[in-house]
T-cell receptor, first 114, second 114 residues
Framework: AQSVTQLGSHVSVSEGALVLLRCNYSSSVPPYLFWYVQYPNQGLQLLLK??????LVKGINGFEAEFKKSETSFHLTKPSAHMSDAAEYFC????????????FGAGTRLFVKA | DAMVIQNPRYQVTQFGKPVTLSCSQTLNHNVMYWYQQKSSQAPKLLFH???????NEADTPDNFQSRRPNTSFCFLDIRSPGLGDAAMYLC?????????????FGQGTRLTVV
């Protein structure tokens, strides 16, 4: 069985500060890992994904995430927060071996202070 | 150039009155999904279609049905909406031949039950 845990339902940073959103996963098979962003009353938009290969993944809007198998983590970072980054962020996992059931974490709402 | 389109964006229905939400896609993807997302929660998969094959999640209530008349369209039917069915409903698609592909989401339909 697979699961995703996002540490912190709310994270608040100042504009220009480092953004760190934490995600840990549980999977009995090699996972595919994703980060999605959701703005109010919108659908989810893919930020980045890890499938195989390079463990540091760069995404859109300056975000990146690092897959650490030993820590079963896939934390999302951005060096400098912008006001427009304020949104809900979801970490997700899907099974490498097939199937179409993407499991989402509970989400972390990012607040950016001026 | 929207790729997954959900109509309407906002739907108000009466308690117990059947309602249908629609989703269309221009991506020609094999797989279409319906998720339910309640306030401040992760999206919850209700069911998905792989081409014409329907796959229901074990915990999806019988009150929820789906139809996929062709590749481009998929409908969510709620036979007798209750107050607890008020939520954002998200449609998504993915390319079935590629296991590591991400899901593409529509903007969602926010359902209110009065």
């Amino acid at each position: 069985a697979q699961s995703v845990t996002q540490l912190g339902s709310h994270v608040s940073v100042s504009e220009g500060a480092l953004v760190l959103l934490r995600c840990n996963y549980s999977s009995s098979v090699p996972p595919y890992l994703f980060w999605y962003v959701q703005y109010p009353n919108q659908g989810l938009q893919l930020l980045l994904k890890y499938t195989t290969g390079a463990t540091l993944v760069k995404g859109i809007n300056g975000f990146e995430a690092e897959f650490k198998k030993s820590e079963t983590s896939f934390h999302l970072t951005k060096p400098s927060a912008h006001m427009s980054d304020a949104a809900e962020y979801f970490c997700a996992v899907s099974p490498y071996t097939g199937g179409f059931k993407t499991i989402f974490g509970a989400g972390t709402r990012l607040f950016v202070k001026a | 150039d929207a790729m997954v389109i959900q109509n309407p964006r906002y739907q108000v229905t009466q308690f117990g009155k059947p309602v249908t939400l629609s989703c269309s896609q221009t991506l020609n993807h094999n797989v279409m999904y319906w998720y339910q997302q309640k306030s401040s929660q992760a999206p919850k998969l209700l069911f998905h279609y792989y081409d014409k094959d329907f796959n229901n999640e074990a915990d999806t209530p019988d009150n929820f049905q789906s139809r996929r008349p062709n590749t481009s369209f998929c409908f969510l039917d709620i036979r007798s909406p209750g107050l607890g069915d008020a939520a954002m409903y998200l449609c998504a698609t993915s390319r079935g031949s590629d296991m590591n592909t991400e899901a593409f989401f529509g903007q969602g339909t926010r359902l209110t039950v009065v």
